[in-house]
């Protein structure tokens, strides 16, 4: 192996450079690249094999609750956007525009959708006539565009796949139960599926989407104490509705404004997944959204050996197919190099089986997260994997929020809140008077935000001083650097 | 019930207007809306729900061969479309350009993807390196752009949702025996899934894709006798191996290009599946594709009984659950009037529940294809609902066999061909010279076009004279005229 092949099968250390190991985990896992194109990304098929086990567990959990997919049209018309006023100036910096097709200048530029309330919003006008109508629930799964100045693949990047929900409903009352039902449907799903700790609450009036009357979101903690936003649930009043006109005919014969949400989750959470669950080996998958849960490698020295291991592998692939998704690696690299790299690579479970395991009819199981090895025979192999499996998705949790634990302060003093930041990071939790002033000294002078107002607040409300304006506190909020 | 309202209700006669009758199906049933932008389409819940079903058959099909998922970007630099010259003179045409970005001109102008052969071609030139690299063997499901002038709800759109497959190869041997494979997997699904029976062959020079060396299609006969390529995959040689420098280091030490394949289909299948099967009460979907596989109608007319109905309603949906994909229609409306609407709407079973079907704990089963009645025992349900839809599945490809039959036509007179053309469209199938002239000349003369040069040719070869040049024929070709 020459020096430089040495290099690059270096992982950079988590501690010294999480960026740096963030970036050589995405591309030696080959789950993403940077397109030619300029802030695009490609994912590449294992990356979009965990984007597909994402989509099938999040769209099972929108359809329980009545939820239906559809597709509306990637060009919005400059004239819809300029609707609504705060929407258009939050968004229109962010535009990529078409101002030519077929040969022709348009006559009205179209821009690529950075989200489609508006184009959606045009639509349920003309589909909504009664209350019979209502509520509208639909979803769409869609790519976005937002031409982002810095860009991380994953993270941060011009073009991104998400799901965008779109509901119309009634009343208020419903558009805000609607909107907190479908936070918490992100929330189950992320803590599940992801076994991704969040904190579930409110954003601020100066973080919440342009256009929205209130926004939820879902905030996690990644391994560098950093936050990120998992997810976002908005209840947009009938500001949409008076902007595209959606009225209905009330039983009581009035004509009254629907009232809107809209919520999202997007490849962003590939991201979060890396981030919060990988070490200094390289990635460590949830088993539900692993492309591979489990990864066998046969071993053998003797070539005598060879047709026996390989005949019992695939007596277990059999075994286990439709059960757990297996990846048989039957490359010519040795085994150290493919436990090696499938550790990188994140899957859960290693399988060996070499001849003596073959002799004994049993297998060696190999758990990522913590290198615990169990003999199982090939009899219980059937219930033992799937169950370990499920340790693992739980462990992978449970370690993920001892990490968010250790990494939550709290504060009553400014100063201890602005070392904190600067020096340790995570989550801080403080004393807050809701004051936007004070939120947007406190991002100039420590680059922190209010990551979330939580649910969860002391019983009885909140006693004590705001920890910057010494105002009587209304709330706990909770500070960080984010993504 | 007013003038109005009834005109709405009525649908056109297929015979007498086709495509009117096509039109009012697509919009009454819900199945998609023209968009606010010019020649885009809106698919609505019950239209992309097709899709879904479409999606999640046809995508095990391809990932039993090999082929995994992956994501490539949307917007495509202007130099690479200029690589192929073929490809870029066939779609410079339809091109959507964006020009302007995050406020500011871009240097290059960025294509809105026709088609994704460059981009993925400059990829597969940064991961391929060895022949062991190869076959890579990559699909992608996206949205795809094309400004076309004049456009129809699902059948021709400016944007469209397909996926696109693309592989690379160490062979040309190798890519050609995929671009077969690949048709084969489309023969299967649209004949068996979509009960749409095909005429699988070979593309003519002029009608094969901009930038292939050979194209494979699929081609249904519509219900109004015109024809419609359902599915075509492309052998793309070297062309975009050359264009992209997509190079491999093989076994013998030489460096050699790659030869790549690509191979689509679209939404386009669903004016397919709705020009096959419809009638004149609406649409007919295929069980496997059908949103709802049946539809359940409970009646009553005192309100003792609605108690009654509602409980066994509720104990049948149980019973079927995973098992059938069942809607139960709850509304206000009448009987009569759910009846027509779900026929309308094209589900393929419907099954009645009333008051007497709850004491002989029966239902009535009622078939959308010919209207057949049957009385079915509630414990026999689970086993003989299943079997009825794969006998309606079965017998919409039987039915549409032989319409197609019917509706194919064999001559050796031009003048014959004329007027089959003019008064009885169709397949008409036809002794052929291969003689690129003599086809562009058909196409102003009738205009129709050389759908496909069937695999299924004359045992032994072709005898005679080529139709219009009189030369010693070299194969049988099917003209029609198409969508
Ligand atoms: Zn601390
Ligand atoms: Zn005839």
């Not at 100045?149 to 941060?156: A, E, I, Q």
């Not at 959606?246 to 004509?255: E, M, N, V, Y």
């Not at 169950?387 to 400014?414: G, I, P």
């Not at 989550?427 to 004051?435: I, P, S, T």
Request: net charge negative; with cysteine; charged share 30%.
């Amino acid at each position: 192996m020459d020096k430089e092949e040495k290099y690059v099968d270096e992982i950079a250390d988590q501690d010294d450079n999480f960026s740096k190991w963030y970036n050589q985990i995405v591309r030696k896992a080959e789950l993403a690249d940077y397109a030619p194109v300029r802030g695009c990304m490609i994912i590449r098929p294992y990356g979009y094999a965990i984007w597909e086990n994402l989509q099938s567990h999040l769209d099972a959990r929108f359809k329980e609750t009545g939820v239906v997919n559809a597709y509306f049209p990637l060009l919005i018309p400059r004239s819809f956007l300029e609707k609504e006023a705060e929407h258009v100036e939050g968004f229109a910096p962010e535009l990529a525009w078409v101002t030519r097709g077929g040969g022709e200048e348009l006559e009205e530029p179209l821009a690529i959708r950075p989200t489609s309330e508006t184009i959606i919003g045009h639509s349920y006008a003309r589909w909504v006539q009664s209350y019979r109508d209502l509520p509208l629930l639909i979803n769409q799964w869609n790519n976005v565009m937002r031409w982002e100045k810095r860009t991380t693949l994953f993270l941060r990047t011009a073009e991104f796949l998400w799901q965008e929900g779109h509901t119309a409903h009634r009343t208020m009352e419903e558009a805000e139960e609607r909107t907190r039902m479908m936070l918490e449907v992100y929330r189950a799903f992320v803590e599940e599926d992801a076994a991704m700790p969040v904190i579930a609450g409110r954003k601020t009036e100066n973080e919440k989407f342009a256009g929205a009357v209130r926004t939820y979101s879902i905030e996690a903690l990644m391994g560098d104490g950093k936050a990120l936003q998992a997810g976002t649930s908005h209840n947009l009043g009938q500001n949409f509705a008076k902007g595209f006109d959606i009225q209905f005919l009330d039983a009581d014969g009035q004509r009254k404004y629907c009232s809107t949400t809209s919520w999202g989750m997007s490849t962003r959470m590939i991201g979060g997944i890396i981030m919060v669950h990988g070490d200094s080996s390289g990635l460590i998958l949830p088993p539900r959204l692993a492309p591979y849960q489990t990864v066998v490698v046969p071993i053998w020295r003797k070539e005598a050996d060879k047709s026996t291991v390989l005949a019992q592998v695939e007596r277990i692939e059999k075994l286990l197919k439709r059960k757990v998704r297996l990846k048989v690696d039957l490359s010519e690299n040795t085994p150290g190099w493919k436990f090696n790299e499938w550790e990188m690579r994140g899957v859960p479970v290693r399988m060996e089986i070499g001849p003596r395991d073959v002799q004994n009819n049993s297998v060696v199981l190999v758990r990522r997260d913590n290198r615990a090895k169990e003999v199982v025979p090939v009899d219980a192999l059937e219930t033992r994997l799937p169950e370990l499996l499920e340790e693992v998705q739980k462990a992978l949790f449970q370690r993920a929020l001892e990490f968010r634990e250790k990494n939550t302060h709290y504060t009553d003093s400014y100063e201890e809140f602005k070392r904190i930041i600067a020096e340790e990071r995570g989550f801080v939790r403080v004393k807050w008077a809701e004051d936007s002033a004070a939120e947007q000294a406190i991002k100039e002078e420590t680059k922190a935000t209010i990551r979330v107002i939580p649910f969860d607040q002391p019983a009885g409300g909140v006693q004590g001083k705001c920890i910057y304006t010494g105002k009587p506190a209304t709330c706990e909020a909770i500070f960080a650097r984010s993504y």
